[in-house]
């Protein structure tokens, strides 16, 4: 009676410190295993969850660039640099200029644009802040209809009729947008031509802001739902 009264007594104890010890050895050793075998895995996972981001913001935005362009008339004309006042047209450039049904000339980039006056039938309305390179941009001009240009630069600021940004900064989640524009291969100026070809990428960007790695890319068919020809005339102009 007296032995089974002391087993019983001896099963009781708590868990030595020896023991306690080991088993934080051993669940430590278990946990570096299973952290070495996740984190591979976790990685990956985030790695396709922002790959699969990047698609849905650059299949977003060629759906906006067909909508865009789908109308245009009259003349295309492609810019190879970013200052459109009386420069000639080019093969490729950043920048896709059109007009549209409604004789306004339309600028469609992702180069940004600085501050810029607002000028509604010859009233001046308001100053737009600038708007920073990687972001799709519509601007919209009056077309003289006598010379066929618009006025790009007012001698003081960049005027336009109107400026849309077409998403949010938000929308792109730290990413930089660029787009470059291209004539299909023998198409002159003066020709007509029924597209035109985007080459549509999404990069990553640093502290700053700037591009780095690419991430998605994907080049489309743009084309026209009427009859246009390709420009190369100077058509922006500086000045009132």
Partial sequence: ??????????SRRGTSLVE???AMVIFGIVTTMMVGVLSP????????????RAQIILDNTIQELYAM??????YIKIYSVTEPAGASGADKGPILEFLEQENYAVLVSTEGCPETKIVVGGTEREMLEPVKAGRLLARYYYMDKSDKSYSYHDGSNA??????????DGYYMGNYLEIEFSFPGGVGNGNPVSYVN??????????????TQLIVKENVVLNFRYA???????TAKSGP
């Fill in 41 to 52: 895995a976790a990685k990956l996972f985030l790695r396709m969850e922002r790959l699969q």
């Fill in 1 to 10: 009676m007296k032995k089974f009264r002391r087993r019983r007594i001896e």
């Fill in 198 to 211: 985007a080459d549509v990428k999404l990069y990553d960007t640093d502290s700053d802001g700037n591009k």
């Fill in 228 to 234: 246009v020809v390709r420009n190369d005339g100077a």
């Fill in 69 to 74: 362009t789908e109308t245009a008339t009259g």
């Fill in 20 to 22: 306690m010890i080991v």
């Fill in 159 to 168: 005027v336009a009729r109107a400026v849309a940004r077409i998403f949010t």
